[in-house]
């Protein structure tokens, strides 16, 4: 897999097959950014779901993308579906570095 940027807006390439990665167009005014503080490991993860890729023969089609402020360490893990439950599951049985003092998600509605 590799990142790509075609009229600008960036898309993924899987296997010959194009998959955009942005809804929106990138002119498109944001929120204010601020800087996030993390005193050690695991004080503040914060994960993403990243959709819109193609269904593997197991029928997983998103990606848990889990990334703890301190360290920068990430692992990511394919996904049956985007439920909360799933997503808790997966983070509490598979997260190498252990569970956070504080979890971080963003749900952003795109219709």
């Known amino acids: 897999m590799r990142l790509v940027v075609l ?3 960036f898309q993924v390439i ?28 695991l004080d503040l993860v914060a994960i993403d779901i990243l959709s819109g890729m193609p ?4 029928g997983l089609k998103y990606v848990l993308v889990v990334t703890d402020y301190f360290s920068k360490w990430t692992e990511a893990y394919a996904l049956p579906d985007a439920e909360a439950s799933t997503c808790m ?3 509490y049985n598979q ?5 956070p003092r504080q979890l971080h998600s963003a749900y952003f509605d795109t219709n």
């Open 89 to 91: 599951q997966v983070l």
């Open 14 to 41: 899987v296997k010959g097959q194009i998959f955009p990665l942005l809804k929106t167009s990138l002119t498109k005014p944001h929120g204010k950014l601020r800087k996030v503080f993390a005193g050690a490991p």
């Open 7 to 9: 009229d600008e807006s």
């Open 55 to 58: 269904v593997t023969p197991d």
């Open 95 to 99: 997260f190498s570095a252990g569970l």
